[in-house]
């Protein structure tokens, strides 16, 4: 061993929980900032006897603990940090170590000079964590540093180290074992073992220890006299040196009992073993010097060192990679947070995000514009989605309906369930459910014979939009439409409708119901409010019947452009989202096509957190062209009238039986008939078409209004 003292570096070993914490917290707390400093608490752990050089000290997830008190107890050795989290690996790396840690260890040199760290020795073990946090390979790359001053003044050994019971009397070992068990973890870093004349050893703190040397003895409730005086620290280093935790002890002496330290010999007790049954007794002399103020003056104005080196044993940072590690469906929701919430810091710093992925949406229809609706759905992170749809999987759907793979269709495995399992490989956390369900339709014959089974189908969908809040209308015929639209306006739910054409679509929100005050629209209102838009059959002037009678193959299936369900299922979300983020929600106003040159992104009245909303979309392949129009509430609208409504309540099953069987039903209920049998109609149409914006668009399919 070299006469003059040598310091063992230490190590360090984070956990994975620790990562695992941090990313939760970047994304829910810390966001971008990289300049805000995180206090964070690291942990010799006592039970834990290593063989190597260094015992390292362990960061898990109890590190970003507010309160100290959480992790103290009596089998560690708690030391205090302070991290910086880079959000690039440029900046990481461009970070000056030196600049870095003069910056962030002036705590420690100020807790030494000001005396804090004689009744707070954690902070004489401050440690710090410059990081870069790779969230989406979960790949962190840290270094770690132990901020001392750089010019300690030079030590000798006046005798060689010896073991602790070398030292000291049995009954003396006793003392000093239960003594440093029975201490505070946060107080176990450096404290003071004094020997009174009767040999009798006391545990005390450091500022006792300082008080001893100035006045050589402790008023307590009786003057005592020491005999000796010992300082002593745990040591997480198993070599014959000290560990690097001496040197910060030796410079609180330095400063606080500069004359002690220069003429005495320092008595240092290095603490090792979870019960210091291993302890080392170091007596360490400082070398002689002319001028011991400016030796003591130089140290607090001395550079700090005490980076840690890498694992391949040269100064620089480690890797933890974890992408093995971590748990696969948990890696997956916080990616997708993570996008959710990038969008939220850098762009849109008010979007709710807890009001979309908290939404319950029913999807009735998991064929073509069903698959792309999940789809964009999870994107936006709503975790709740219930398939609805009684039809099979089959070899022409797989490359047109995007949640099916070739072995769905040769299983012949209903939609529903292929589509909800499909969610689930997608993101296993998901709270996905798929229900085989045949809607009753206008214009579908109910024989005798199927009374049973339409009344459980109407009292499973009644259960459904009941426990939804918004749902998607993406069937592939227009009577499939009508009873969801009669139980979503009874409920007053959101429902957004979404139709293809072969090169058109529309895109539509219903409006809200208030039935307790019947009242006309105002048509000359440019932009309506939610009460006074309509639904998706407000424009009808006949009730909607059987849309599949004597109709061939082609004209039975929904032909359109590949690319059209996706544009359409698109903007369905986006519509969604923009009427949950709006300040009026579901009453939103209409957007218009002639108001989007106009509207002012500050009229919060009208334009919500992400622009104006509105009422329908129609969109052409031919043209590239989209139009915003407005349907208004139609009095005598065949699913949504206040008449209907009222008999749908009143009868129930009843009511959905003669939709169903007796033509012209809806249209006598409603009061369709009665206007259509108006002298003066032809005057009344082309008022109302003066007022619809161009509402009528001729080229959609059957199953677009």
Not at 222 to 230: A, C, D, G, P
Not at 250 to 265: A, I, M, N, R
Not at 273 to 295: F, M, P
Not at 437 to 443: C, E, F, K, V
Request: glycine share 6%; proline share 4%.
């Amino acid at each position: 061993m070299s006469k003059f003292v040598k310091f063992t570096k230490l190590r360090t070993s984070t956990d994975h929980t620790f990562w695992a914490k941090f990313a939760e917290l970047k994304i829910d707390k810390f966001k971008l900032d990289e300049t805000a400093v995180i206090n964070v608490w690291g942990n010799y752990n006592l039970q834990i006897l290593n063989e190597a050089n260094v015992n390292p000290m362990v960061l898990d997830f109890a590190a970003f603990n507010e309160d100290v008190e959480t992790i103290l107890h009596n089998s560690s050795v708690v030391c205090c940090g302070k991290m910086i989290n880079k959000n690039t690996f440029e900046a990481f790396k461009q970070t000056n170590p030196e600049t870095f840690i003069e910056s962030l260890g002036k705590d420690l040199v100020e807790s030494i000079m000001d005396g804090s760290s004689l009744k707070q020795p954690w902070k004489l073990s401050l440690f710090l964590l410059l990081a870069y946090s790779d969230l989406k390979k979960y790949k962190f790359y840290y270094w770690v540093a132990h901020p001392t001053p750089l010019k300690l003044p030079e030590m000798y050994y006046e005798e060689p180290p010896k073991p602790v019971n070398e030292e000291f009397t049995p009954a003396q070992l006793q003392d000093l074992s239960k003594g440093f068990f029975e201490l505070h973890s946060g107080l176990k870093n450096y404290f003071t073992v004094l020997i009174s004349s009767e040999s009798k050893m006391i545990i005390s703190d450091l500022a006792t220890g300082v008080n001893v040397i100035e006045t050589h003895k402790v008023y307590e409730k009786e003057s005592q006299e020491y005999n000796e005086i010992y300082f002593a620290f745990y040591d997480p280093c198993t070599s014959s040196e000290p560990g690097w935790p001496l040197r910060n002890l030796l410079s609180l002496l330095l400063w606080h009992c500069p004359t002690y330290c220069f003429t005495k010999v320092i008595k240092v007790i290095s603490i090792r073993g979870n019960k210091a049954q291993k302890s080392i007794v170091y007596k360490l002399k400082v070398k002689k010097y002319e001028d011991t103020k400016k030796i003591r003056d130089t140290l607090f104005h001395s550079h700090l060192v005490g980076w840690e080196s890498n694992t391949n044993g040269k100064l620089g940072p480690n890797v933890a990679d974890l992408s093995d590690t971590m748990d696969p469906t948990r890696l997956s929701d916080r990616a997708i947070n993570l996008n959710l919430k990038l969008m939220k810091w850098r762009l849109v710093p008010d979007l709710d995000l807890e009001k979309i992925n908290s939404l319950r949406c029913l999807l009735l229809g998991a064929g073509t514009l069903g698959c792309s609706v999940a789809r964009v759905l999870l994107g936006w992170g709503v975790n709740n989605i219930t398939f609805v749809d009684n039809s099979n999987v089959s070899h022409s759907n797989t490359v047109r309906q995007s949640l099916y793979s070739h072995q769905d269709a040769v299983e012949h495995k209903y939609k529903a369930y292929a589509a909800r399992d499909a969610l689930l490989n997608i993101r296993p956390s998901i709270n996905a459910d798929g229900v085989i369900l045949h809607i009753p339709m206008p214009g579908h014959v109910v024989g005798e014979s199927m009374m049973e089974s339409t009344k459980q189908s109407l009292e499973k969908l009644e259960e459904l939009i009941r426990n939804n809040d918004v749902i998607f209308f993406l069937l592939d015929s227009r009577e499939a439409r009508w009873l969801p639209t009669v139980l979503c306006a009874a409920m007053n739910k959101i429902a957004i409708n979404a139709a293809l054409g072969f090169d058109s679509f529309t895109v539509q929100r219903h409006g809200t119901r208030n039935f307790s005050v019947p009242s006309s629209p105002d048509l000359e209102v440019k932009n309506p409010c939610g009460l006074d838009l309509g639904c998706y059959f407000c424009n009808d002037v006949t009730q909607p019947g059987n849309s599949q009678t004597d109709r061939t193959l082609d004209q039975q299936c929904t032909v359109s452009r590949p690319g059209l369900s996706q544009i359409a299922a698109g903007l369905a979300v986006e519509l969604l989202v923009g009427l949950l983020q709006h300040p009026q929600g579901i009453e939103a106003r209409a957007l218009m096509g002639r108001n989007r040159e106009n509207i002012s992104t500050n009229d919060t009245d009208f334009a919500g957190l992400l622009g104006g909303v509105p009422h329908t979309v129609r969109g052409s392949l031919w043209n590239y062209d989209m139009q915003l129009t407005i349907t208004h509430r139609f009095t005598a609208c065949t699913a949504c009238s206040a008449p209907v409504i009222a008999e749908y309540k009143n009868r129930g099953l009843s009511f959905v039986m003669d939709a169903c069987n007796v033509p012209n039903y809806l249209e006598k209920l409603s009061g369709l008939e009665q206007i259509l049998k108006r002298t003066d109609l032809d005057e009344l149409c082309y008022a109302l078409d003066n007022l619809s914006d161009g509402d009528e668009d001729d080229n959609e399919s059957k199953a677009a209004p």
